[in-house]
């Protein structure tokens, strides 16, 4: 697994279109709001031009990519903590995704109807953000009363935990995300723990017409402008165009992109980002029977990513050899790299670095 990224905006803001141009689903699309009720879910390949060069090296039989899960989750609306719309259905689907692909709409088409009647990017930002803050202060007043309720044992760590929440909610009630607070390593863990909402890494969609994609406009510029202060990152796609070439191949898509001057289809954009604001890394693994992509956090341990492949390789590990991909595709092969010492034996302790071939040793 890559990582689960769950795609959010308000309702008319090209969320679906975007959702079945990038996984070729069919989430239903339509000119009114909640057009999409249930969460839909499209599963790809994660495109690694790696990945088909150590292909070309070991020639094996099955070459398996790592993948990545996108949810198409119902259009928020104003009240949406309080029940309005599809309300807590829609935030406890968010809860479920490891980051956010935030749609906002930032194109002009009158064919198109906005819910709130005009095109606004901080406006529309704001209104998805201010219900997950709410959430989020629904959230912490849960556990802070849990935890009052705990307090009268006189533990020191739930007295703690207790200033943390309280820090929390002072934090979200003037209206800024919980992932823009200075905490500590203990307190980061701590809030991990409630899953907030505001919490979860953010990337921001700008959804525009072509021109848009090509020279940028306005509203594009309005959505880099609060992603710097939020933090975030901004891709920009086209929504409608990336719709059209769907059902093309991944090469042929590509192709057409670049033939416009568009290096990057939005696929391949919002993994980039998603990997980027998560911290992962891909690491290689290869047999006689298949050549494997896996992704992990970056800084996982040896023994630990080795536990993604099989519960065995972590209970019973004994090490690990570790080929660079820089070093076998400049050699070409992997008897000769061994040959000339660029083999790496390591043991528990060693960190797994993006682009690695491992080879484990383990006790069953």
């Known amino acids: 697994m890559g990582f689960k990224c769950g795609i959010v905006g308000l309702p008319n803001v090209g969320k679906s279109t975007i959702f079945n141009a990038i996984t070729s689903g069919n989430s ?119 935890l009052e309720r705990q307090a009268k044992s006189g533990d020191k760590k739930v ?9 929390l909610k002072e934090h979200l009630s003037t209206g800024k995300l919980a992932r823009m607070l200075n905490l500590d390593e203990e ?56 719709s059209e070439i769907a059902d093309l191949n991944y090469e042929e898509r590509e192709k057409f992109l670049k033939d416009l001057g568009i290096q990057k289809s939005s696929l391949d954009k919002i993994i980039k980002q998603g990997y980027f604001i998560l911290d992962l890394v891909t690491f290689y693994t290869h047999n006689d029977k298949e050549l494997r992509a896996w992704t992990v956090k970056k800084g996982t341990k040896a023994p630990q990513a080795g536990g993604k492949i099989h519960s065995d390789f972590e209970r019973g590990f004994i090490k690990v050899e570790v080929i660079k991909y820089k070093d076998l595709i400049q050699v070409k092969s992997e008897n000769l790299l061994k040959e000339m010492g660029l083999l790496e034996v390591h043991g528990k302790d060693y960190i797994v670095q993006d682009g690695d071939i491992l080879y484990y040793r383990f006790n069953v």
């Open 28 to 146: 239903l699309i339509g000119n009114f709001p909640f057009t999409t009720k249930e969460p839909h879910l499209g599963v790809v390949n994660v495109p690694d031009e790696r990945l088909k060069e150590l292909a070309r090296i070991f020639n094996p039989p099955k070459v398996i990519p790592t993948i990545l899960e996108f949810v198409d989750i119902a259009g928020l609306v104003k009240g949406a903590s309080k029940g309005e719309g599809l309300g807590n259905q829609f935030l406890s689907h968010i809860r479920d995704v490891d980051a956010i692909a935030h749609v906002v709409r930032c194109f002009e088409n009158d064919n198109v109807v906005h819910s709130y009647g005009t095109v606004d990017p901080k406006r529309d930002i704001e209104i998805v953000e201010t219900e997950l803050i709410l959430k989020d202060i629904e959230t912490i007043d849960k556990n802070l009363s849990e």
């Open 159 to 167: 007295k703690h935990n207790i200033e943390v929440c309280r820090k």
């Open 187 to 242: 307190e980061k863990e701590l809030a991990c723990n409630f899953n907030l909402l505001t919490s979860k890494p953010v990337m921001f969609v700008a959804n525009a017409d072509e021109d848009g994609l090509l020279n940028g406009n306005d509203y594009i510029k309005i959505v880099e402008e609060l992603a710097v202060y939020r933090g975030s990152t901004v891709i920009v796609v086209d929504g409608e165009m990336e």
